[in-house]
């Protein structure tokens, strides 16, 4: 259970880097200095981890049971990763030029919810984990610990984004490179899922 929830953790932290509409809005208002509206922003957009983290793990579960979807996973992941990374280039200009949400809690919710990446992107990275067995959602608790360690990788983040704020927003706002990384390297995973569903890995 401890090492499901190290893993959960470090997944759910590092999975919380790349620029999108949850952490720019974070540092969008503790540039601004409205740091409680950050930190409930924060609060609200970890607590829609749980749904979302229980959402993968059926999903997940029905991998298990689907042979013909196991067999096939890596190509399925390969389409829904370009989806998603031809999605975000395509759509990133048009995010960049409206204003950040900038009110706390139910925000947060709200900008949480309609992130159209957190689901697949869960979902894949469960089955990835737990594929691997570096998670185990079996045991007793393991699945509590798994989702608990997608929720405080994601706090932890989004704090450390919230104290660093000031310094860091300048490379989010200004780099139009770093804004298409999401879609890059969607793409570049999807790319990487199919030479392996094709054996060429």
Partial sequence: MTQTLIVAFIVSFFGSIPPGAINLSVLQ??????????????????????????????????????????????????????????????THRKQSTNKVLQSGFRKGILVSIFNPMAIPFWIAVTAYLVQHEWVDLNQAGGELAYIGGLALGTLSLLFGLIVLGKRLVPYFRNSEMLKRVPGIAFILLGLYSLAEYFHFL
């Avoid at 509206?37 to 793990?57: H, S």
């Avoid at 999903?59 to 399925?76: G, V, Y």
């Fill in 29 to 90: 208002l503790s540039v601004e200095g409205r740091s409680d509206a950050a930190v409930r922003f924060t609060l609200a957009a970890a607590l829609i981890e749980i749904p979302y983290a229980l959402i993968a793990i059926k999903f997940q579960a029905l991998l298990e049971r689907s042979p013909w979807l196991t067999d096939n996973f890596k190509l399925i992941a390969a389409i829904v990763l370009f989806i998603l990374g031809i999605s975000s280039l395509l």
